[in-house]
């Protein structure tokens, strides 16, 4: 069985590369684009941190998962490794319930003024529940399908 599994997510957003990158780098944008099935609380001494703030490398803290908003179910020991502001991130962190946790974003130019988002994620969830790694997989990719569609439901209303 292997240690590690992990998906990719593609989506067309109808905003340009600037704006979608100034949406997703922030608490609020992430937090839009988790509910209603979850909100991430950034560590409290990290205030209003943005990703375009955070230094390669360096931990920013432990940040909690909630459930609804409400009920903590894991935490992100979360660090930034890789960062091309305004185009890519990587994080590479370790959860309560992942030994490994990946996750890369790209935004770049689409071929019609619009931006291209891609979420590459890489799990190993821990010892104790590696039996769970492929029954994973699906939960994950479908909340990342999730909150691609929340991302390009914020571009496309009226409003924007």
Do not use: C, K
């Amino acid at each position: 069985m292997p240690r590690a599994w992990g998906f990719d997510r593609t989506s067309r957003i109808p905003a340009s590369p600037a704006a979608v990158w100034a949406r997703i780098v922030t608490p609020d944008g992430i937090n839009d684009e988790m509910r209603p099935w979850l909100t991430m609380a950034l560590p409290r001494d990290a205030g209003d941190l943005t990703i375009d703030a955070v230094r390669p490398g360096e931990p920013v803290g432990r940040a909690w998962l909630r459930l609804g908003g409400l009920v903590p179910i894991d935490y992100d020991d979360l660090v930034v490794t890789e960062l091309e502001p305004g185009r890519r991130f990587l994080e590479q962190s370790t959860m309560a319930s992942m030994r490994r946790w990946e996750h890369e974003r790209t935004v770049v130019p689409g071929a019609d003024g619009g931006a291209t988002v891609t979420d590459r994620v890489t799990y190993e969830p821990r010892a104790v529940l590696r039996w769970a790694g492929p029954l994973l997989r699906p939960v994950l990719a479908a909340f990342f399908a999730h909150r691609h569609r929340r991302l390009v439901r914020h571009f496309a209303a009226p409003s924007r």
